[in-house]
């Protein structure tokens, strides 16, 4: 089994690069699923939901499927000379997949919650739609993106079914935390097992925590400050 810190630099990388990846992806996909109003939105609502119901191995086939060295998305990839199967690069995707449905569902919640008569007034006003996008919907929908991205970095710091089928378990480039878990239960290191057991849910924790100060934050700037004398009640309306 590769060093704790070798695991640990490996489930770091994996995870912020999933994460980093999906952030465009996740606002591309809010901003469908928030403003859109066609016979495509239903369906497209099932295609980043079932990464969140079906079983993580199911998910990971797939993806060996479509992205393994015979499958079509492969094969494109091929010439290039890019590999996903038993690659970083598929530990990454695996990842970005699994973590999909937490990354887009909290940030498409917070824009469908934006005033419609904001980026209409915009519009009157003769901003482009990039301009409203930067100025209007991503402040405001700024608390739904830190969650998801937060969930989603914790999602595939716990990743593992999809992982261990598209990526494979090797030490030092794809064996994350979880597949280093599971190695040493079935090599029987039992201490070892606790001890990166203990490391994945202090991990765990503080991502919570960080969730949490995030959110409360988010919630005191939004509320504004509280008046107390009738001046200041005053001075606000």
Not at 25 to 41: E, P
Not at 159 to 171: D, Q, R, S, W
Not at 193 to 207: D, F, K, M, Q, R
Not at 214 to 234: F, K, Q, R, Y
Request: glycine fraction near 10%.
């Amino acid at each position: 089994m590769a060093g704790l810190w070798d695991i640990l630099r490996v489930s770091l990388l994996v995870s912020t690069g999933a994460t980093l990846l999906l952030i465009p992806i996740a606002l591309l996909l809010a901003r469908l699923l928030s403003r859109g109003r066609g016979w495509w939105k239903r369906p497209l609502e099932v295609l980043i939901t079932l990464p969140l119901v079906l079983p993580p191995t199911v998910t990971g086939f797939l993806l060996l499927v479509l992205f393994g060295r015979y499958g079509p998305f492969g094969r494109l990839l091929a010439p290039l000379g890019l590999e996903v199967a038993f690659t970083a690069g598929g530990a990454v995707l695996a990842c970005m997949v699994v973590a999909l449905p937490l990354a887009v569902r909290p940030l498409a919640v917070a824009m469908s919650q934006i005033d419609p008569s904001l980026p209409k007034a915009a519009r009157t006003l003769g901003a482009s739609e990039w301009r409203i996008f930067w100025d209007i919907t991503l402040p405001l929908s700024l608390r739904g993106l830190v969650a998801g991205v937060l969930l989603a970095f914790a999602r595939s710091l716990g990743e593992f079914g999809a992982t261990i089928i598209v990526a494979g378990n090797i030490p030092g480039i794809t064996q994350t935390l979880p597949l280093a878990i599971y190695t040493a239960v079935t090599t029987g290191r039992e201490q070892s097992a606790l001890l990166l057991t203990l490391v994945s849910v202090g991990l765990a924790v503080l991502l919570v925590l960080i969730l949490a100060r995030v959110e409360g934050s988010m919630l005191a700037i939004s509320a504004g400050p509280i008046p107390h004398t009738p001046e200041e009640t005053e001075k606000t309306r």
